[in-house]
């Protein structure tokens, strides 16, 4: 039963990182972003590359954050400069993310067997603590620079892009550049948790991010339904806590014998429960 614990921390921790992802790009910036399924492979995949050529892996994950920067800038490139819709803009992004991510792994997965990496080097046989605690402070590291940055000049103007683009121009405030940082440093972050979790089981693969956006989205609701705050600080500890008790959830689902084909079923059920104590909730805008 501790193991379940551990693993869902470790779990959590890393995927906490695509919940604050999808944080700032669906309720920030306000932009329904499904890039995010493919920007997790594709910073998985420069990550696993990354390290196979001998790169450590702390600077390998970095390298996974410039790849996923690099996804979501060509979602904003289709949204504002051919000015397709941002829904169809992430899924043309999402399905030329899949031709690219197989170009750049040079087949459907990379090994990491026998490559020293980040997690091995804090994973032991039989303690998980020294991982756990690795994550957590990469985690809190994340979560206080988003803290930080939606109280800077800039990252007032993001909000307001997406309070209200329209009031945001008549402000001379550049919503295209706004868009631009917005969604790539939210993919950013999604790319650092493809290449933590590519590290963390040992290989990269072409399909290990399906349904990433889905369990960001679902983790996301369940940790705004935890608080009544609508303080920035509070919301960001929550979505972490939600990212955490959602594996959490389905770890104890597996163990109770449910099959794996059933995970839809309870990850559906969550997000439903989640909407239900949210809609009881007064939320207003996200305060300093």
């Known amino acids: 039963m501790v193991d379940i614990f551990f693993t869902s921390a470790e779990l959590g921790l890393m995927y906490a990182l695509v919940v604050l992802g999808v944080f700032l790009t669906f309720r920030i910036l306000n932009f329904p972003d499904l890039t995010i399924d493919g920007s997790f492979v594709t910073g998985a995949a420069a990550t696993a590359i990354a390290i196979t050529s001998g790169i450590p892996g702390l600077i390998a994950v970095f390298i996974g954050f410039v790849a996923g920067f690099l996804c979501g800038s060509l979602t904003v490139f289709l949204h504002t400069k051919l000015g397709i819709v941002k829904i169809l803009a992430g899924i043309l992004s999402l399905s030329m993310l899949y031709t690219i991510n197989l170009r750049v792994m040079k087949g459907s997965n990379v090994s990491l067997l026998n490559r020293e990496n980040i997690i091995d080097l804090f994973k032991t046989p039989t303690n998980h603590i020294y991982v756990v605690l690795l994550l957590l402070t990469i985690v809190l590291m994340v979560k206080f620079f988003i803290d930080w940055f939606l109280q800077t000049e800039f990252g007032l103007q993001l909000r307001a892009t997406g309070a209200s683009e329209t009031t945001a121009q008549s402000f001379a405030i ?3 550049i706004t868009k631009f940082f917005g969604v790539g440093i939210s993919n950013g972050l999604v790319g650092i948790a493809g290449g933590l979790i590519a590290q963390y089981q040992g290989f990269a693969d072409i399909n290990m991010g399906i349904g990433t956006i889905v369990l960001g989205l ?6 705004e339904a935890l608080v009544s705050s609508n303080k920035i600080q509070i919301i960001t500890a929550a979505v972490i806590i939600g990212a955490i008790l959602y594996q959490l959830i ?6 109770m014998g449910l099959a794996g084909t059933d995970l839809k079923f309870v990850t559906a059920l969550i997000v439903v429960i989640a909407l239900v104590v949210r809609s009881n909730k007064k939320y207003l805008a996200y305060d300093k």
């Open 174 to 176: 550049n919503t295209k």
């Open 250 to 255: 389905i770890n104890l689902a597996l163990r």
């Open 218 to 223: 679902a983790a996301l609701i369940l940790g």
